[in-house]
């Protein structure tokens, strides 16, 4: 089998989850590490293996780099990306895949332009809870969809928000919605098809950071289902649920737990299907093991010249949700799709113009 070579650019706190995956996928090989950092790229590489780059672009200089995984602060995944696509490599971004539309087009432009592979990491599409879900809406078991919501029930500190500058700003990060709660709505976009409208609410009551701490929103998707986001860093005093909840005419089902990895109820009309349940406990952490699968699905990808396992498409609509959120917070109005104005708070700390 021909080896897929990666390369890995950022090696902070989710770069192991990457370089984890690739010991343990075969005929995939970590070649080079990068961090702007440079104890942390020589760390990591002794590590984990791989040659230390301290920019990424003496990175994408090596020949033998077939694909990159960007695990860099958000903001910057774009640009980053842009340059990987520009050098002939395939590329992999952590979520959110940007934080503009305007930049995250410019990627999915670059990529195509230089007929590279763009995958967004939305590991949770692997949770083996989640697999089934999908299953059963591919299966059409739930009939018509009435409604579906994601919560995101977290807890995070301030000490978390404190570990790196570029968390909770508006030209990083984003806030809840935009970092940890993107998952669970790409998960409901996933499995409720696309969305029409919403109208919501975001606020800050406990953290010093720019942006958001608790977010809730109403939506109305394309089919008429209606759907709910909630999404908060403010439970007390820990961690507490990721839930995603669909229930149509001939079926409902909640897969909950830490974060999405257990079904907590199943029911539908055809009881054999009703029954059909395994155990699923909790990952050790909440990233959960998906980068593995994700990261295997995406070599394959490479070696076999097929799709990548999330699209940079999908990992773009599920930000355009977390903007379409900020733009009905700005306006205090309800908003549609497709976003024709960025958020003024993001496209303003970007340096870029709203309108799209
Ligand atoms: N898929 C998931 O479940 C998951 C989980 C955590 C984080 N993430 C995402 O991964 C990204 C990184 O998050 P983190 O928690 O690891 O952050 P982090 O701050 O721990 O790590 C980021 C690293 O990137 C380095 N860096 C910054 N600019 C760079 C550049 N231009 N070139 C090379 N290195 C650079 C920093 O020095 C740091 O070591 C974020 O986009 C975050 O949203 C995804």
Known sequence: MKPVRFGLIGCGRVARYHAQALMEIEGSELVAVCDIVPERADDFSKRYGGDS???HRALLEREDVDVVCIATPSGD??????D???AGKHVVVEKPIG????????????CKSKNVKLCTVHQNRFNPAIVKLREAVDQ????KFSHGSIAVRWNRGQHYYDQAKWRGTWKEDGGVLMNQCIHGIDLLRWMMGEPESLAAFTANHFHDIEAEDVGVAAIKFGSGALGTIEGTSNVYPLNWE???TIFGERGSASVGGVAVNRIERWEFDDPDYS???????????VYGSGHSLLLARMAEAIRNDGEPPVTGEDGRAAVEMVLAVYRSQETGSIVRFPLVQESERIAEARGLGGKR
Do not use: C, Q, V
């Open 53 to 55: 780059y301290y920019d």
């Open 77 to 82: 995944h774009p640009a980053i990306g842009i």
């Open 84 to 86: 990987a696509a520009r």
């Open 99 to 110: 934080l503009t539309l305007k930049e995250i087009d410019d990627l999915i432009d670059a």
């Open 140 to 143: 059409g078991r739930f009939g």
């Open 242 to 244: 990721e839930t995603l």
């Open 275 to 285: 029954h059909s349940l395994g155990d699923m406990p909790d990952p050790e952490s």
